[in-house]
Every structure is written in C-alpha cells, then in structure tokens.
C-alpha cells in the first residue's frame, strides 16, 4: 500500500531543496479517492514527519492527526472537486512568480518545457483572502485546464497526477516567468510560439510524458 505521508513529506524536503518556499509559507498535498493528505498549518518542513502530515475529508473535516491543515485546504478541496485529473496540488512562494504574481495578468509559456507542463499561458488568480473559499475559487477559474496559475500578491500553484511532476512544473513555471520578465527588459522583440502549436505540445506532453 501507498505511504502517502511519506510521499508528502518527501515532496516538502524537496520544495525547500529547491528553494521554492521560504520558512513555512507554501503547502503540498496529495488525493487518494475521498481524502486528501496535506501539510500541517505553520508548521517547519525541516521537522516535519510522517506523524505531522494532516487527513481531511472535501468538507475540511479531520479524520487524521493532531495538527491543523494548511490553511489554504479549501483551495486543494475546490481544485480536486474540479479538475478529476488532477491528483496533487504544489503551492509554492518562488521570487519570479512572486513579481508576476503583482504586476502581470498573464504569463506566456515562451518556451517548450512550459507550454507542455503548465499550458500555453500562465493566468494570475485575481485577489482575495488567503485561506477563503473566494480564493480557492478564483485559483479554480485560473488554472482552467493547465498546470500551474499564479495567485494574486500570493504566490503559485501546480497541479497533476505525481509529485515529480508538479516538482518539476513548478521549476520550469518559475524558469519561464523569469524569462518571459528579463526579455521584456531587453526591450526587443520576443520570439512567440505560434499560437497553433500551442495545444500540440500540451498534447504531446500529456500524451507522451506522462507515463
């Protein structure tokens, strides 16, 4: 049998390894049927352990642990309620996606690796309360069908089927807004992918990568 703790925990060691959080902002969890197994409110990642990993129900409910759930369950609940592909959420802090996250309202994916994990753009959640149903729901609409959205002056989500992969999506996320940032700098003009190749790569990706 799967030791989903175990997997969450792994992820969190990795998500710190990566540097794509800062103290113990951020969370990570994973579904399995009616559950979903995510990490514990303001808790350290460094000292986390399997024993500190919280069991919810999609209503919020504790069925697992002495330590409350991320504060942000509700936004893991409405995207697993609306995304049945989806199997585990990333949220994550990284500096590049932390400045898209208040100057931009989209993000291109201008290169390949983006536009097959993440989707042809990546959309920003307009703003609400972090923690509240209305964000859970605008990072919902965000996300639409891609893999990754950027939460208004917050930070940013993953979603898909492995841990490995919302890793991944996460770091080739935030490779492609800080590249999409510096060449606007540069000032010149940016190489687009055609806008018809665009659904091609995500196609390749989910049909190709994902195995």
């Known amino acids: ?69 991320s504060s942000e369950w509700r936004m893991h609940v409405a995207i697993y309620k609306a995304r049945e592909d989806v199997d585990v959420i990333l949220h994550t802090h990284p500096v590049y996606s932390s400045i898209a996250s208040v100057a931009l309202k989209t993000v291109p994916s201008l290169i390949e690796d983006s536009a097959m994990i993440c989707g042809p753009e990546i959309k920003v959640a307009e703003y609400a309360d972090p923690g509240s149903w209305e964000l859970a729901n605008n990072v919902t609409k965000a996300l639409e069908d891609n893999g990754a959205a950027i939460l208004r002056n917050h930070g940013l989500v993953n979603v898909g089927k492995r841990f490995s992969e919302v890793l991944t999506g996460a770091k080739v996320t935030e490779k492609n807004v800080q590249v999409y940032i510096e060449a606007v700098k540069l000032g010149g003009e940016i190489s687009y992918i055609p806008e018809d190749k665009l659904p091609l790569l995500r196609k390749i990706y989910r049909e190709n990568y994902l195995q």
């Open 1 to 69: 049998m799967m030791n989903f703790k175990k997997l969450v925990v792994e992820a969190c060691k990795e998500m710190i390894g990566e540097e794509l959080v800062k103290g113990t902002w951020g969370n990570v969890s994973i579904r399995e049927s009616n559950r979903i197994f995510i990490t514990p409110s303001g808790y350290s990642y460094e000292k986390m352990t399997e024993r500190d990993i919280s069991v919810i129900d999609f209503e919020g409910n504790i069925l697992e642990g002495d330590r409350n759930p």
